[in-house]
C-alpha cells in the first residue's frame, strides 16, 4: 500500500509560481511511475508530468518550459515546480502512484487570477 499527501496549493497571480510537494510513503517498492494530473472544473483530469523510477520525466506540451517535475528520495517527496503560471492552469491538482497498483493523493487546489 501507499500513501500520497499533497500540499502547496494556492492562490497565485498570472505570472506567478507555485511548489507542490507530495509526500510518499508506504511500500515504495511498489512504485514504477509517479505523476501529477490535474482536474479543473466541468473538465475530465488530465496528465500533467510524470515520472518514472530510473528519473525520466514528462510533459504534456501546455506545461513545458514553465513546470519542472522533480523528487527527494531521501526525503520521499516529489514535487512540481510551476512557474509562468496563467488562468488555464487553474485546477485541483493531485499527486498518482503507478506500479503493482494506482494510488493516488487527496488533491490541492491551484487557482491562478488574471
Known amino acids: 500500500q501507499v500513501q500520497l499527501v499533497e500540499s502547496g496549493g494556492g492562490l497565485v497571480q498570472s505570472g506567478g509560481s507555485l511548489r507542490l510537494s507530495c509526500a510518499v510513503s508506504?511500500?515504495?517498492?511498489?512504485?514504477?511511475?509517479m505523476g501529477w494530473y490535474r482536474q479543473a472544473p466541468g473538465k475530465q483530469r488530465e496528465s500533467v508530468a510524470s515520472m518514472t523510477s530510473s528519473g525520466r520525466s514528462n510533459y504534456t506540451d501546455s506545461v513545458k518550459g514553465r513546470f519542472t517535475f522533480s523528487r527527494d528520495t531521501d526525503k520521499n517527496t516529489v514535487y512540481l515546480q510551476m512557474n509562468s503560471l496563467v488562468p488555464e492552469d487553474t485546477a485541483v491538482y493531485y499527486c498518482?502512484?503507478?506500479?503493482?497498483?494506482?494510488?493516488w493523493g487527496q488533491g490541492t487546489q491551484v487557482t491562478v487570477s488574471s
Open positions: 498518482n502512484a503507478r506500479g503493482t497498483g494506482d494510488w
Open positions: 508506504g511500500n515504495l517498492f511498489n512504485i514504477r511511475i
